[in-house]
């Protein structure tokens, strides 16, 4: 079965810094899809960013980028030029080509300060 | 267009009574997933379901059951409440609910269960 691992309960930044958020998966898949979602204290779950394990290229979302290291299992969120507003649980989720299901990490608290 | 919407929002129920969630998808998606939000147990899938059909079911008793509508709305329902279903549920819809698309989640419902 898969899982999705972050080790980090909580980091903080401050506001123009950047701060990079971890993410570990285990899988013995070779295509899958890896997501960061962002839940405010709204609840609202938000999509952050999404990468197909098939490119190469990491993805990109205006301050939001990743680091796919797919030989790692690693899938890290980067924000760059943090802001008051990206304060919020962040998720990293996988999924399976073959399934619908998301499986969550943990959950990652991050706030900004000014 | 309008996101995915989720009533009630908040709801308290007692231990032995049942529940029904509602969950309406972004028009023109087919696919609606529900998911359990806990502290403890993090983010966790329940069910999915797609053309009125329950296509991928997660690790939960048989007191949750879901149905989906010819208009693709989705409910799910508790019955036998017990103190650890307090929860946040969250229904998430996507197009055709492939390996390709993005599910787009709704505000949750809020159960608590006294």
């Known amino acids: 079965a898969q899982t999705v691992t972050q080790s980090q309960p909580e980091m903080s930044v401050q506001e123009a810094e950047t701060v990079t958020l971890s993410c570990t998966y285990d899988?013995?898949?070779?295509?899958?899809?890896l997501f960061w979602y962002k839940q405010p204290p709204s609840r609202q779950m938000i999509l952050v960013i999404r990468?197909?394990?098939?490119?190469?290229q990491n993805a990109t979302e205006n301050r939001f980028s990743v680091n796919f290291q797919k030989a790692a299992k690693s899938f890290s969120l980067k924000i760059s030029d943090s802001q008051l507003g990206d304060a919020a649980m962040y998720f990293c989720?996988?999924?399976?080509?073959?399934?619908?299901?998301?499986?969550f990490g943990k959950g990652t608290t991050l706030s900004v300060s000014s | 267009k309008a996101g995915v919407t989720q009533t009630p929002r908040y709801l308290i129920k007692t231990r032995g009574q049942q529940v029904t969630l509602s969950c309406s998808p972004i028009?023109?998606?087919?696919?609606v997933s529900w998911y359990q939000q806990t502290p403890g147990q993090g983010l966790q899938f329940l069910f999915e379901?797609?053309?009125?059909?329950?296509?991928n079911k997660g690790n939960f008793p048989g007191r949750f059951s879901g149905r989906q509508f010819s208009n693709s709305r989705s409910e799910m329902n508790v019955s036998t409440l017990e103190l650890g279903d307090s929860a946040l549920y969250l229904c998430?819809?996507?197009?055709?609910?492939?390996?390709?698309?993005?599910?787009?989640f709704g505000p949750g419902t809020r159960l608590t269960v006294l």
């Open positions: 998430a819809s996507s197009l055709l609910g492939t390996d390709t698309d993005t599910q787009y």
């Open positions: 899988t013995s898949e070779s295509d899958y899809y």
């Open positions: 990468q197909e394990a098939y490119k190469q």
């Open positions: 989720a996988y999924r399976s080509q073959a399934g619908t299901a998301l499986i």
């Open positions: 028009s023109g998606h087919r696919s």
């Open positions: 379901y797609f053309s009125e059909t329950q296509r």
